[in-house]
């Protein structure tokens, strides 16, 4: 049965910290991993990673996939208030079933 | 512009009703996906279609239902049983390729009063 872990489950941080979130999965066939930011309603896409070792940046965010590990972190930088929302993961796999971690809420507080 | 068409944002439903949430794209996707969220909790997957006609069943299929008819349309019925439907729920899509990016209309707030 394919497997999403998200850590921490929430989290609380003030302007300026860094934050890295986790992505844990168990997935038959492997395509990609997603990662999304919710605030209010439908989740905004911020990467998909399908080579182990590369980092995605993206201003202040950055992500990494770990192939062998089945893992992969979101880094936020100089966290800013902004930043508060649900992150999820997805992993891909070569079905078409998308399941989703349970998501991390990051609280930034000013 | 291209994107997902949810329909209504707010649903109040009345315990022992069945109710029908509209998801609608012109993104020309083959695949198309409902989930539901509790609050402060991730997204449960309840249904996904990979092509019209067809449809699987996600984690948490019971006392929903749903029909894919036309590519551009996969509306969730929500039955009497289900016993704790008062949720919000959202509904995506992706390409013909599986592993893509899911595209996500703006959600239904479902109620039961």
């Known amino acids: ?110 | 512009d291209g994107g997902i068409t949810q329909s209504p944002k707010y649903l109040f439903r009345k315990e022992g009703q069945n109710v029908t949430l509209s998801c609608e794209q012109n993104l020309n996707h083959d695949a198309m996906y409902w989930y539901r969220q509790d609050p402060g909790q991730g997204l449960r997957l309840i249904y996904y279609s990979q092509i019209v006609n067809d449809f699987q069943k996600g984690d948490i299929a019971e006392g929903y239902s749903v029909s894919r008819e036309k590519k551009e349309s996969f509306p969730l019925t929500v039955t009497s049983a289900q016993k704790n439907p008062t949720a919000f729920y959202l509904c995506a899509s992706t390409a013909d390729r599986p592993g893509t990016e899911a595209f996500f209309g703006q959600g239904t707030r479902l109620t039961v009063v």
């Not at chain 1, 929430?10 to 844990?24: F, Q, R």
């Not at chain 1, 972190?73 to 079933?97: E, V």
């Open chain 1, 1 to 110: 049965e394919d497997k999403v872990v998200q850590s921490p489950l929430s989290l609380v941080v003030h302007e300026g910290d860094t934050v890295t979130l986790n992505c844990s999965y168990e997935v038959t066939n492997f395509r990609s991993l997603l990662w999304y930011k919710q605030e209010k309603k439908a989740p905004t896409f911020l990467f998909m990673l399908t080579s182990s070792g590369i980092e995605k940046k993206s201003g202040r965010l950055s992500s990494i996939l770990d192939k062998k590990e089945l893992s992969s972190i979101l880094n936020i930088t100089a966290t800013q208030t902004g930043d508060s929302a649900i992150y999820l993961c997805a992993p891909a796999s070569g079905t078409y079933k998308y399941i989703f971690g349970t998501g991390t809420r990051l609280k930034v507080l000013a």
